[in-house]
């Protein structure tokens, strides 16, 4: 009996067979030898590779140091501190957090779950409608998901309360200063997350009417989510504005209804009870 010796049928063949693990970086974990930006960290540096393990490692061992992490942190803050900037929130509620819904555990947990679960809902472009009677607490769970988006995640948010910046565009017609409010349609078409704050009680003109459900079909084509507030149902806002606005929020939306009393009237006992 013969055995068959197994050899290379062709010289190329021998040349092809790899020596390396890795192919990118042919085991030194580096790619190349000029340095990059990496734009979502922040952090320049050297160019690892980021197809093998070794790269992966040495590229964690680099940025866990303590000169990439100050570096790091400082584009973080730099990011949360532009976002606040931009948002348009208003002082008072610049402090609103997800800690002050502990009395309310069904809204603390759906908020929670909404801030963990960003990634996956972003692409879906998903958001809320808060909607029942006044000083129930909308306007301030809205502008506690702003604040914890911003500083969790970096979102773009932009905070307008509906007849003020209805006012806003109205004031910049005929305007012809570059920073004027001509263009917020066109900022609330496209802001990562848009909180419309109020809506429903501005005077609605035929041309407020095309131009919110322009923004409203821009961004459920595109995706992208809303936070609204309002004292209308979803069925009395489609009398207000077009059935095809509120049935786009509505399928965009989980519509929660607030039910608690006014919180303003003991907000405001207690404070004027320990003054006069
Ligand atoms: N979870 C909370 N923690 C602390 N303060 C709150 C909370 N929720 C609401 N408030 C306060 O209660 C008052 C009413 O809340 P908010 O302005 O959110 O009501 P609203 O439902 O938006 O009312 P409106 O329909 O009149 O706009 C505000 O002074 C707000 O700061
Ligand atoms: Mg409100
Ligand atoms: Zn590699």
New binding site residues.
């Given amino acids: 009996m013969f055995l068959k010796r197994v050899t290379p049928t062709s010289s190329s063949e021998m040349k092809t067979k790899p020596a390396y693990k890795c192919k990118t970086c042919k085991d030194s974990g580096i790619k190349g030898d000029g340095e990059t930006h990496y734009q979502n960290i922040g952090v320049t540096g050297k160019r690892f590779c980021d197809q093998c393990e070794k790269g992966n490692k040495m590229f964690r061992d680099w940025f866990y140091l303590p000169e990439q992490q100050k570096q790091h942190q400082k584009f973080k803050q730099d990011k949360i501190a532009r976002a606040l900037r931009l948002s348009n929130l208003s002082p ?2 610049l402090k ?1 957090k997800l800690e ?5 555990k069904a ?1 603390e947990e759906t908020c929670k779950l909404y801030l963990e679960n960003w990634k996956k809902i972003k692409p879906l472009g998903l958001g809320y409608y ?1 909607w ?13 998901l702003a604040n914890e988006l911003m500083k969790q995640h970096f979102v773009e948010v932009l905070f307008l309360k509906m007849p003020e910046a209805v006012a806003r565009i109205k004031k910049s017609f005929g305007s012809d200063k570059k920073d004027s409010d001509k263009n917020l349609f066109e900022k609330m078409r496209d802001a990562e997350m848009l909180i419309l ?2 809506l429903g ?1 501005e005077k609605v003109s035929d041309w407020l009417a095309d131009e919110i459900y322009q923004v409203v079909e821009h961004r459920y084509s595109n995706n992208l989510p809303m936070i609204i ?3 209308q149902s979803l069925d009395d806002l489609a009398k207000i504005y077009r059935e095809q606005v509120s049935s786009r929020i509505t399928e965009k939306t989980k519509s929660i209804k ?1 039910t ?1 009393k ?3 009237q003991k ?1 405001g006992e207690e404070i004027k009870q320990t003054l006069f």
């Fill in positions: 008072v509620y609103a002050d819904l502990k009395n309310n809204l808060f029942g009677n006044v000083g129930a607490g909308k306007t301030y769970t809205a502008a506690i704050d109020d009680i507030t309002s004292n607030f608690q006014d919180k303003r907000l």
